[in-house]
Nanobody, 129 residues
Framework: QVQLVESGGGLVQPGGSLRLSCEVS????????IGWFRQVPGGKEREGVS?????????TYSDSVKGRFTISRDSDKKAVYLQMNSLGPGDTTPYYC?????????????????????WGRGTQVTVSS
């Protein structure tokens, strides 16, 4: 069974850092594009913040997080991480990881949530002093 489980959220002061983890089971992460999304404040929509494609692991970032967030995939392809630095109150929201595939595709990953059909339950990130 294909499953994604997020962890690593919590409360952090402005300027601080968090590392989110997305553990994958039931599939090989390398076969999928994996994306990190967050809930748009006050709404139900989700915006893409970063993703990593299947092959060779090319990464993409939204303008709002570029230079602050880093996505990575571990060597045995069991998890995808999102290192978040210089966090601010505007980053406060639930974060979700999602998978698009399987494809073993070289096409760039998409920050649009529509192609992603497997989702985790999310982890809350709160930035506050």
């Amino acid at each position: 069974q294909v499953q994604l489980v997020e962890s690593g959220g919590g409360l952090v002061q402005p300027g601080g850092s968090l590392r989110l983890s997305c553990e994958v089971s039931g599939f090989i992460a390398e076969a999928y594009a994996i994306g990190w999304f967050r809930q748009v404040p006050g709404g139900k929509e989700r915006e893409g913040v970063s993703c990593i494609n299947s092959i060779p692991g090319t990464t993409t970032y939204s303008d709002s997080v570029k230079g602050r967030f880093t996505i990575s995939r571990d060597s045995d392809k069991k998890a995808v991480y999102l290192q978040m630095n210089s966090l601010g109150p505007g980053d406060t929201t639930p974060y979700y990881c999602a998978a698009d595939g399987p494809s073993y595709s070289r096409r760039p990953c998409d920050l649009n949530p529509v192609p992603y059909d497997v989702w985790g339950r999310g982890t809350q990130v709160t930035v506050s002093s």
